[in-house]
């Protein structure tokens, strides 16, 4: 029965937690599904719910003789259920299979509770308490029709690579009947979310294995490097910046470009920058983020001229080719946090050897976005940002190619249609769309309102004013600006002390992985010891013990140890297979100690074989690129004093 | 009424895989046993008039309708459930 007082209480808590939702709340009253909910009374008296369908076919929601021991016996056919295990459960009508997943686990579970029908959830407001639904309980729930974004990318955000193996999945009774294809949809939604999480984590491995040597090649580039808080608020809220990307749009305004004339300062993307340099426009910056990125596409005589604003991890082809400043920014890799520790440590001058991070959603146009902002850009103008596949095509004419391929839209199952900037539907793809919502996300969260979109076509970014390019010239770029004076004027990041703590750390390198080899063999032997232990008939608790104490001690040094972490990171393909199998259930404790002492053995070993092997291959790194300090580097008093001590000076 | 318990479980078991239609089909071909079970309960006054009549017509809804959900319901929680009650009860006496 309908209960105005549950609603109540229940709309309440839905408002405060999920106030989107909520807002939409009035499209219930359009609702077009083509079936009608009625209540029948159940063998123990309460009313259940049954739908009817438009042919008089009658379909049970609820058990009549079992409602409550069918989710019992559901609960139940899951084993033992561990923590950290995701569900994902169709049907809101079925919360209390939630509340009782979540005891099982101790609320540290991961559920998305998805619900197609606005009918029955409508339904559900009015006749169940669901306010623990709108917090309490570790769910996150998806309405259709309420909740903005995608399935699949709510899934992934919930459920981890490693967790997945072990995802529990529930469709309410008959919902495949009443509910078709938003069921259909969302086990698609479900695959989507793998094969992104998948996706994702190939992308890591394909840049980990990379980041890494990256990482040691550009400590030579770095040296001489600056850093971009040198950079911060350089515009003083006085000047506009553009940011440009190459998108396909590119080649219809790229020339207006010409027209701001040092009065605003010009960020190109890396894709962007041969096309600009092409036409006579000379970008004031231009950002690289990727640690794959062709040399090929920076291949100017001109790029030397132009700053670059980069990370340690950045393709070291490309950083060499680049023989011009360099602005670092602070990577994903947690080993320059040790780098900028040695730094400072030795430094004379310290203020700019700071971690610095630009917040990105993936994409370098997100990165040169924040980067502006960062300067202090009076307004941001975004220009060749498609986001879209405008005319069929990936990127501007000249990037990849002279003249880009044209793409089969409409076929492809990869591309799907967004709001387009004038009002319009545009075809994009699922890494686009992410780099976008992310602006979306970025403007909203800073209340941004100085954000202008000039491309000529594309995705809408909600949160942008939108304006041509001519006109974003005319109205904005009206001060002239000498970027190049100010930054010309600039001293590199690191001193001669500076300088020094950074070569000492890069020629220690090697030995530091040797001493993360050894202590994973110490780690190797401690697991098999405790597999030995655990295997005999009678368990010496006292033994078994100590030789947890060390493992764990191990294990906290792997865990903490900056050059351990540089390690495992070089070990994705491997971190894979340990990650899937690390909720795994076994019958009973012996074999569970078993299990995670083969693990172990597993791990160290591939520990201690990867950190010799890096430990070698660096050690021919730093052999031929030598990073050495001189008296050219001496920049200010204490440098001057820690020079004159210094061995270079006798 | 010996082998009610084997079919009911059978039911079950192509309920649990899915295959609705052919647990609809293995319910229709065992009818009689099913009914002779239900009647069974009536006549020794296990359930009422009343609840047998219930049960019987959320059978027929289940069938006409192709509910499968509704059929395991009454299959696992009304007819498997009374049994085990009925006969492990009995098996309980006689060892005693």
């Known amino acids: ?650 | 009424m010996e082998n009610v318990r084997e079919i009911l479980d059978i039911i079950m078991e192509l309920a649990k895989a899915k295959r609705g239609n052919d647990a609809f089909a293995f319910l229709v071909e065992n009818f009689d046993a099913i009914k002779e079970y239900i009647m069974f309960l009536g006549e020794n006054q296990i359930i009422g008039i009343d609840e047998l009549n219930e049960l019987s017509n959320n059978l027929m809804n289940a069938v006409e309708n192709k509910d499968l959900f509704l059929l395991t319901d009454v299959v696992q929680y009304a007819l498997i459930s009374v049994y085990d009650q009925l006969f492990k009860e009995d098996e309980v006496d006689e060892k005693e």
């Open chain 1, 1 to 650: 029965m309908k209960d105005n007082y549950i609603f109540n209480k229940n709309m309440e808590a839905f408002i405060r937690a999920y106030p989107e939702e909520a807002s939409k709340y009035d499209l219930i009253t359009n609702n077009k599904e083509k079936f009608e909910l009625e209540t029948v009374i159940a063998y123990s008296g309460e009313e259940v719910v049954r739908a009817v369908l438009p042919d008089g076919r009658k379909l049970m929601l609820e058990g009549i003789y079992g409602k409550d021991d069918y989710i019992s016996d559901t609960i139940k056919s899951y084993g033992r259920i561990s923590p950290r295990t995701p569900l994902f459960l169709v049907g809101t009508m079925y919360i209390e299979l939630v509340r009782k997943f979540a005891k099982a686990t101790n609320d540290e579970c991961f559920v998305v509770l998805y619900e197609p029908s606005l009918k029955i959830f409508d339904y559900v407001m009015h006749t169940m308490d669901i306010t623990d639904l709108f917090g309490k309980l570790p769910a996150t729930l998806y309405i259709e029709g309420l909740t903005s974004g995608k399935l699949s990318q709510r899934m992934s955000s919930m459920f981890t690579l490693e967790i997945f193996p072990s995802l529990k999945i529930f469709i309410a009774p008959n919902y495949e009947h009443l509910c078709k294809e938003e069921v259909l949809r969302a086990s698609k939604g479900l695959r989507d979310a793998f094969t992104e999480l998948m996706s994702a984590w190939h992308t890591g491995a394909r840049y980990t294995d990379v980041a890494n040597k990256n990482l040691i090649y550009n400590l030579k580039t770095y040296a001489d490097g600056y850093n971009v808080a040198q950079l911060r608020g350089i515009l003083h809220g006085e000047y506009p910046a553009f940011v440009v990307s190459a998108g396909p749009s590119l080649n219809k305004n790229i020339d207006e470009l010409k027209k701001i004339k040092g009065r605003a300062a010009i960020i190109a993307v890396d894709t962007a920058i041969k096309p600009l340099l092409n036409h006579g426009i000379k970008p004031d910056f231009f950002c690289i983020v990727d640690g794959k990125k062709p040399t090929e596409l920076m291949n100017h005589p001109g790029i030397h001229e132009i700053p670059l604003v980069t990370h340690l991890s950045v393709a070291s082809g490309i950083m060499d080719l680049h023989k011009g400043k360099k602005f670092f920014y602070a990577s994903a890799e947690s080993i320059e946090d040790e780098v900028i520790r040695v730094c400072r440590k030795e430094a004379g001058n310290k203020k700019y050897i700071v971690s610095q991070n630009l917040p990105t959603g993936g994409s370098v146009a997100n990165t040169a976005f924040s980067f502006a902002y960062f300067m202090g850009a009076k307004e941001v103008i975004l220009v060749g940002q498609d986001l879209a596949l405008t005319n069929g095509r990936t990127h501007a004419d000249g990037t990849f190619k002279a003249k880009m391929d044209k793409l089969n839209l409409t076929e492809d199952p990869e591309y799907f249609e967004v709001d387009g900037l004038h009002g319009n539907k545009v075809y994009t793809r699922g890494d686009f769309d992410m780099y976008r919502i992310w602006f979306e996300k970025y403007i909203k969260d800073n209340n941004l309102t100085n954000a202008i979109d000039a491309t000529q076509g594309g995705a809408k970014i909600h949160g942008t004013k939108i304006m041509t390019l001519k006109r974003a010239i005319e109205t904005y770029c009206v001060k002239k600006v000498n970027l190049k004076e100010k930054i010309d004027a600039l001293p590199k990041m690191l001193d001669y002390g500076a300088r020094k703590g950074l070569s000492d750390f890069y020629y220690a390198f090697p030995e530091k992985l040797m001493e993360v080899s050894r202590k994973a063999k110490q780690g190797e032997r401690a697991y098999r010891k405790f597999a030995k232990l655990s295997e005999a008939e009678k368990v010496d608790n006292k033994e078994l013990l100590k030789c947890a104490d060390k493992i764990k001690e191990i294990n906290d040094y792997m865990n903490s140890d900056q050059y351990a972490l540089f390690v495992q990171a070089g070990m994705i393909d491997i971190d894979y297979v340990m990650r899937m199998s690390i909720y795994e259930e076994q019958e009973d404790e012996k074999d569970e100690r078993i299990q995670i002492a083969k693990q172990g053995i597993l791990l160290n070993g591939l520990i201690a074989l990867y950190a010799k092997t890096m430990s070698e291959n660096i050690a021919v790194i730093v052999k031929k690129r030598t990073i050495k300090p001189a008296k050219k580097d001496i920049n200010g008093k204490v440098d001057r004093f820690l020079y004159e001590l210094s061995k270079e000076a006798r």
